[in-house]
Nanobody, 120 residues
Framework: QVQLVESGGGLVQAGGSLRLSCAAS????????LGWFRQAPGKERERVAA???????YYADSVKDRFTISRDNAKNTVYLQMNSLKPEDTAVYYC??????????????WGQGTQVTVSS
């Protein structure tokens, strides 16, 4: 069993930056894909970014060139650097561990989420 704990969310003005972190405990995840998802009120959960063990990445079109996903297997941590934030990025952000190395998914373990609010 793996536990995922996100941190780094908060309130930021449009154009600002935040860095989310997700620390994993329990089983290691070095061979698994890791992802960041978000869910805004009244909207479906959206896959934002994903990364596998070979550092192959996926980004949603809405965040390309603004967000960067990275991982540190030695620290069992995955990061999401978010730059040029927009009000539409406001959501609860979740990190997730994939069932395999595929950045497509499925993702089987989830954190509790961290709120990101971007003011205009």
């Amino acid at each position: 069993q793996v536990q995922l704990v996100e941190s780094g969310g908060g309130l930021v003005q449009a154009g600002g930056s935040l860095r989310l972190s997700c620390a994993a405990s329990g089983r290691t995840f070095s061979s698994s894909a890791l992802g960041w998802f978000r869910q805004a009120p009244g909207k479906e959960r959206e896959r934002v970014a994903a990364i596998n063990w070979s550092i192959r990445t996926y980004y949603a079109d809405s965040v390309k060139d603004r967000f960067t996903i990275s991982r540190d297997n030695a620290k069992n941590t995955v990061y999401l650097q978010m730059n040029s934030l927009k009000p539409e990025d406001t959501a609860v952000y979740y990190c997730a561990k994939g069932s395999s190395w595929s950045i497509i998914g499925p993702f089987s373990s989830w954190g509790q989420g961290t709120q990101v609010t971007v003011s205009s």
